[in-house]
């Protein structure tokens, strides 16, 4: 127990001195209901920052074998109606209170809230103006939900879905548009039905969206592309072109880029200080001596050594390097960089 709940514990007064002080509330294991989520609103009114996670806190040993706490909860089910633990979960009602008692939420965490709909994510966006943060993870959330989240939340910052079965690239192009502009971060894992936009284990990524992204999300600063099928080079060139604040940016086997979208990313994304390319087959005669990269990794067969001369000369800053399966340079280029990186802490080749 921290020093500031044990002298709520003293007397009313010190409590009542307490609850306007706590800036964070954090609501775990089964069990949750609207009525207790309802109290804490309106005992800590001046909370920024909400979490809520309805998993379990123990599980019966055949859930942990079975390893059936990756599932996300049947539709209409809760987890805890599940597991045996009772009916008690948070509702689009207890959502909706939560929008209604905090006030200043900045910070709202909801993780495996198997009784919010879309119902519930609309009401708490329409309250929650000033939301900078939001991650939902495996909620039986959709488009109608997010158009609002995009609607209302517009310094929303980092937004984190995982899991959202109910999610299409119609919501995520609508999000886009509302709050693109001052989103940074983005994470869809697992959202089986998002087939034009993604960062993570979604393969059918097209150019469409891509370019929506460079658009429309002025201040996106991570970028994060595994095992992409889909999109070209006209994705990149409108990744320069619109994301100017870009300073993390990841290509995992994305067979269909080449060194032209990468030239558009050096010139474009000036403030780039992390870059990976792996696996990408059509990229290796590209330099992308951005003057400001930190840390390269290149896991690409035809980097050459030009490419490597070139990041010598222009990227003074550079402290890691990592050079894998890069069969096409020789000394001279790892020379090169000798001489022109005198910043460089980290050089890995294998």
Same mark, same amino acid.
């Given at each position: 127990m921290s020093n500031r709940d044990a002298c709520s514990l003293v007397c009313k007064r010190w409590l009542g001195l307490e609850r306007p002080s706590r800036d964070a509330i954090r609501i775990g294991g089964s069990g949750i209901t609207d009525a207790l989520v309802r109290l804490l609103a309106r005992r800590f009114m001046n909370a920024q920052n909400v979490y809520i996670n309805e998993i379990p806190i123990s599980l019966p040993a055949r859930f942990v074998r079975g390893r059936r706490i990756n599932r996300p909860p049947l539709s209409g089910q809760s987890v805890?109606?599940?597991?045996?633990?009772?009916?008690?979960?948070?509702?689009?009602?207890?959502?909706?209170?939560?929008?209604?008692?905090?006030?200043?939420?900045?910070?709202?965490?909801?993780?495996w809230c198997s009784n919010v709909t879309d119902v519930g994510l609309s009401s708490i966006a329409e309250k929650s103006k000033v939301l900078k943060?939001?991650?939902?993870?495996?909620?039986?959330?959709?488009?109608?939900g997010l158009v609002a989240v995009g609607k209302y939340c517009t310094q929303l910052?980092?937004?984190?879905?995982?899991?959202?079965k109910g999610l299409t690239d119609t919501g995520l192009i609508l999000l886009a548009i509302g709050c693109?502009?001052?989103?940074?971060?983005?994470? @869809? #894992? =697992? !959202?089986?039905?998002? %087939? +034009?936009?993604? @960062? #993570? =284990? !979604?393969?059918?990524? %097209? +150019?469409?969206? @891509?370019? =929506?992204?460079?658009?429309?999300?002025?201040?996106?600063e991570?970028?994060?592309?595994?095992?992409?099928?889909?999109?070209?080079?006209?994705?990149?060139?409108?990744?320069?072109?619109?994301?100017?604040?870009?300073?993390?940016?990841?290509?995992?086997?994305?067979?269909?880029?080449?060194d032209i979208g990468l030239d558009s990313i050096a010139v474009g994304c000036t403030e780039l200080m992390h870059l990976e390319v792996n696996g990408c087959q059509n990229i290796g005669t590209s330099s992308c001596n951005s003057s400001r990269l930190f840390e390269l990794a290149l896991h690409c067969q035809k980097v050459e050594n030009d490419a490597l001369c070139e990041i010598g000369l222009g990227c003074k800053d550079l402290q890691s390097l990592h050079l894998a399966d890069c069969s096409g340079i020789g000394d001279e280029s790892i020379c090169s960089i000798a001489r022109g990186c005198k910043n460089l802490k980290k050089l890995h080749i294998s």
């Open positions: 805890s109606e599940q597991n045996g633990m009772g009916t008690s979960s948070l509702s689009d009602s207890g959502l909706a209170d939560v929008g209604d008692g905090f006030k200043r939420l900045e910070k709202l965490s909801l993780i943060s939001l991650d939902i993870q495996a909620c039986h959330v959709g488009d109608k910052e980092d937004l984190n879905l995982w899991s959202c693109g502009r001052t989103l940074k971060s983005l994470g @869809l #894992a =697992a !959202c089986a039905k998002i %087939t +034009d936009a993604s @960062l #993570a =284990a !979604c393969r059918n990524l %097209t +150019d469409e969206a @891509l370019q =929506a992204v460079g658009k429309f999300c002025q201040f996106l991570l970028l994060a592309l595994y095992s992409f099928q889909n999109f070209t080079d006209k994705s990149l060139c409108a990744i320069g072109k619109g994301c100017k604040k870009l300073k993390n940016l990841t290509f995992i086997n994305c067979d269909f880029l080449s």
